[in-house]
């Protein structure tokens, strides 16, 4: 049964019932942070909040509950992920991950090895890639993958999910030669002689990807349940899942069902599984832990593969970026969107992109200005804003949904593309925040690992995981502890209209809990790097324990 509901419902907040293995517990032995303060037992009965205070009273408030000792562990209210790909996450899992690839000599070998050990795969799909640390200092082409592989077509996704690189027999199968023309809002990058090099850029990468077959529906459940357990077992008691198509919003509902789904997961759907959405707003299934909440677009490409659309040139090569989906097609379904109540994630990078956003939002509501503050529509990624667009944010209402490690990863090739001036407004966290804006934290997993240890060490330290950080790389726009967790757990819950339930641990509220083996608020940067996710609980129940 499907269950809609109007705009104004769903901000006043959705009871869920506790899922029938919930228990009650009694959770103590270490540091709970409830939001802004810290607390010395949490009581959770019938999958809430009962009582958060000292000890003894926490006790009396759960009689006979299940005693969960941190052993020194911090507690939080549970970390939600404002931006994932959750499919794609379980995915990861089951191909040739490339993350991590020194060069391009060792992502041949990966390639070589797997081609190897998998001899039944007609065409050999991968994803994780991203040159900015490789020694060769240039995009991977198809003659470094014909070398692994020759006679199998061969597609390698860039990290970002922005460009990929195919082989000669991946070209050949997808018919792409000299002439054929890039699509719009796409490139086919060639070589000196003019023909097609393999790399693909944004829209161009539909002429290969039209040729992968499809992950088979068992596959595809295998996919989005390996990505929900990845998840829990990491400490993320949800997720904002993005450019989700039907078939994973029922395989979502039917891990719910069943009661084998451990985090909630609000979905904003593919541009070309908007329809229900755009026409009947947002719902929810009746475990309450699967939403639609709206819809999710492209506005421009990644800054990486230089498709990130700017102002201006890029500092360190030719042309302004790639605007992905035209502006009357984004002007329709913002139309569409206003009237049923869905709410809009829209992917802007440059800072062409993000003002390009920034306008059809204004101009949707350009009626009714104070109803665009209620409807919370989202920028995805803000990442590079002109000084006098940041400020828009707050006064309109528009939620910055942004990703931390974005910045940690971009250190080594974003000052490059963009030149210092148009850098001071690149992962501009704290000066958001300070103009009034609500920021939501996520990861864009599977572009980045997904760990919440990861995000909230990148906000609260932006340096890269060996505590590096380049000359003048906006160390202030750093943020505090506090507002690194409030953008892990506030932030990502206001973002999906559920800040009446979740985001705090305070008595009536859902009981989702994250537990992480150091305190967030206190450890040095360096050992949350390596700390590890210790029990995750969603509304009472306890869905991964650390073995």
Do not use: C
């Not at 065409?123 to 070398?147: M, Q, Y």
């Not at 993320?236 to 509902?253: F, K, N, P, R, Y």
């Not at 230089?306 to 102002?311: C, K, N, Q, S």
């Amino acid at each position: 049964m499907r269950t809609a509901f109007g705009l104004l419902a769903l901000t006043a907040g959705l009871a869920l019932a506790a899922p029938a293995s919930a228990q009650d517990l009694l959770i103590h032995g270490g540091p709970i942070y409830t939001g802004s303060t810290k607390v010395e037992a949490l009581a959770v009965r019938d999958g809430k909040v009962a009582f958060a205070g000292p000890l003894a009273q926490a006790r009396a408030a759960a009689p006979g509950a299940r005693d969960v000792d941190l052993k020194g562990a911090a507690a939080y209210p549970g970390f939600v992920d404002a931006h994932a790909h959750l499919a794609g996450i379980g995915l990861r899992e089951m191909t040739l991950s490339l993350e991590g690839t020194a060069s391009i000599e060792a992502l041949v070998d990966r390639l070589k090895a797997w081609a190897a050990a998998n001899p039944g795969t007609d065409v050999i799909s991968g994803r994780g890639w991203i040159e900015t640390h490789w020694p060769e200092k240039r995009f991977p082409t198809r003659a470094d993958l014909d070398r692994a592989v020759p006679d199998r077509p061969v597609v390698l996704t860039r990290a970002d999910g922005h460009a990929l690189v195919a082989n000669s027999a991946m070209l050949a199968l997808a018919g792409i030669t000299a002439q054929t023309a890039a699509p719009a809002g796409g490139q086919i990058l060639k070589d000196a002689q003019g023909e097609p090099d393999g790399m693909l850029i944004d829209n161009a990468m539909a002429l290969v990807r039209a040729k992968v077959p499809p992950p088979s529906p068992a596959a595809q459940a295998e996919a989005v349940r390996r990505g929900a357990q990845v998840y829990a077992s990491r400490g993320w008691t949800g997720l904002h899942d993005m450019s989700v198509s039907t078939d994973e919003v029922a395989i979502q509902q039917s891990l719910a069902a069943r009661g084998e789904l451990p985090v909630r997961i609000d979905n904003y759907m593919s541009q070309g599984a908007s329809e229900a959405v755009l026409r009947d707003g947002p719902s929810q299934d009746p475990t309450g832990l699967v939403r639609v909440r709206g819809v999710k677009l492209f506005m421009d490409g990644a800054l990486g593969s230089r498709g990130a659309a700017l102002l201006a040139p890029y500092s360190d090569a030719e042309g302004t970026g790639l605007i992905v989906t035209p502006r009357e097609t984004i002007d329709a379904i913002l139309v569409k969107a206003r009237r049923s109540g869905a709410q809009m994630a829209v992917h802007a990078i440059g800072d062409r992109g993000n003002r390009v956003i920034l306008d059809a939002y204004q101009q949707a509501f350009a009626d009714d200005p104070a109803a665009l503050k209620a409807a919370r529509w989202r920028v995805e990624h803000a990442q590079v804003l002109a000084p006098e667009d940041l400020p828009r944010f707050a006064g309109m209402g528009v939620v910055a949904s942004m990703q931390p490690s974005h910045a940690i990863g971009d250190l080594y090739f974003a000052p490059a593309r963009l030149g210092p001036e148009r850098l001071k407004g690149a992962y501009a966290w704290e000066s958001l925040l300070k103009s009034g804006a609500v920021v939501a934290g996520g990861s864009d997993a599977p572009v980045e690992k997904g760990d919440p240890l990861v995000e909230f060490y990148a906000a609260a330290y932006r340096h890269d995981l060996k505590g590096f950080a380049g000359p003048d790389w906006g160390l202030d726009e750093t943020v505090t502890r506090a507002q690194a967790l409030d953008m892990l757990t506030r932030g990502s819950a206001y973002a999906g209209f559920r800040e009446n339930d979740l985001g705090q641990l305070a008595v009536g509220r859902d009981a989702d809990v994250s537990v992480f083996s150091v305190d967030l608020m206190t450890a040095p940067f360096a050992d949350i790097a390596q700390a590890h996710a210790v029990m995750t609980i969603v509304a009472g129940k306890v869905v991964y324990e650390a073995p």
